[in-house]
């Protein structure tokens, strides 16, 4: 990102600041909790206790990161107003969502779920299917993780102006998240969240209330700007990219609501009605954050207008600088707003992060390699194993490989291969393991090939949805060739709603 | 539990119909492809339609969670009462 006009030693200040306010939440909530590091549940998912508010901003702020604001802007400012898809395929989350979440939500709190393969364990109670899910998800949550560090490194490094050194700025932040997270676990990430979540809501208000004023408040300028310098982002899209656009809609509709992460927040729901409203708000929530975002790109077009690709990405940057020049109260909040970036991506690292972990503890250490070992041991497997992970993930950001970068992008393709097993397995009793198996690898190695051999899209089409189109026809096949044995019958009533 | 009491969107299929056509008319594919004007209101005409679909669909899936889902909820919120009435009285 280009050097902010206002970065420097009030930027450090700020991020000091905020640093400072994370560690002390992740130490107060971690004080006083006896069994906090005794126990899986406690640790993982705050005791399966959480409440409307912390439940809504820990959705809220691991849903959107900084990458929403200095990725999704950018964006819009390439596409034009076909970025308006980024407000919808934000709400089908929740439509994906229902598919599942009422009846996991009481199938969880009855067998006691920590992570998602604790119920594919329990459906299908096969070593092959619950490996290759684990597998999936630990690659998909590492690549996500991945890439949140990237971003740190870039908004940190922008917001001080090279006052504190890049990598020295990323080290301490990760530092602060690996703390407190370490401290308080769950617990930690949630309230945290709070805060994050709150100052990326009014950071993303205020940056458009600068945005508007640079324009004299006329959108209807904009526009028509826009129709007539590039008419093409003004108007309506050809079938292919209407095609692809639906199919966004189909691929994140039915990957994002099973991050590790997303279903882990059901789990740790304190019960179905906390868990209902904070959905039903968070289905507004894209309107007033994708949805503002879009608009900022948008203006953004008109304002700085002809930047290429790469120096699209440097939009937000270049407006922060020129809102912060606006008067002395648009420069503070504009380094507020920075810090809210960096606040925001943390708040989705460290969602990510623990959930990499207790995968870890729970499901590689826990059922493969040393069952019998005390929850207080594997607790403390998983926090380790996640300290390694970030220094292994941090050295591959700063010394990315030449070739095969693709493997890195790919992780939403490679995640959605497990929606049949984990959604369908729900409500399909008929549903057996071998076919389950065959399914998502024939799913992965599809969606992975097609991105590795840079098709990524087949008609607009992308292939994480051919991936997934395939792997539910060797499911539903297969298992109607399965014959259902009276004794899986009979386990398979526990996840009947009546008993 | 009892079975009448119990409501879960999934079996519900008038819920996830009238979501596909949401979502369907969210997709700009009715439009003239390329056309801008009108402009209604400083933007596109079309853009208007797809944001309406985007609020619909944002209202009916808060609205469905909240009417059409309800499991554990009355005997979960009854048991925290008698929690809650079991601390009274210590």
Redesign the interface.
Known sequence: MNELIFAGLDGVLVLIFYAVVMLLIGYFSGRGEKGLHESLSNYYLAGKGLGLVTLFFTLYATQYSGNTIIGYAPAAYRSG?VW??S??FM??I??GY???A??M??IS?RLNFITPTDWLQFRFNSKAVSILAIFLMLWGLGNYLLEQLVAIGQAVSSLTGGTIPYQVAVVAFILVMLIYEWLGGMKAVAFTDVMQGVVLMVGIFVFLIGAFYLVGW???T???FI?EAE?AK??????PT?IN??SI?ILVGCGAAIYPHAIQRIFAAK???TL??S???M??M??ITT?LVFVVGIIGIALIPGLDEAGSEQLVGLMANQIASINGFYYWIMILFFGAIVAAILSTADSVLLSFSSLVSNDVYGKYINPNASEHKKVMVGKVVGVIAVILLLWLAWNPPGTLYEIFVLKFELLVQVFPAFVVGI?WKRMAAMPVFWGMLAGAVIAGGMTLTGHGTYMGVHGGVIGLAVNFIVVVVGSLLVPVTEQKEVKLRKID??? | ???KS?K???QKKW?WII?FFI??G????Y???????P?V????Y??LF??A???L??AF??W???TQ?????DE??DE?KERKRGIEHE
């Open positions: 107003f308006l898809q407000i919808t709400t089908v929740f439509a229902l598919l599942f009422p009846r939500y009481v709190k006329d959108f209807g904009v526009t028509r129709a008419p003004a108007a309506v899209p050809d079938l209407t656009w639906f809609l019960s179905e009605r209902k409203r959905f039903a708000v289905a507004w894209p309107l949805g409500y709603l009546v008993e | 539990m009892d079975n119990i879960e969107p999934i819920i979501l979502i369907l969210n997709v700009p594919w439009f003239q492809s390329g056309s801008i004007a402009l209101w400083g933007v596109p079309w853009t797809i944001v679909f985007a609020i669909l944002s899936t808060s469905v969670i909240m889902w309800n499991i554990v909820e979960e919120e925290e």
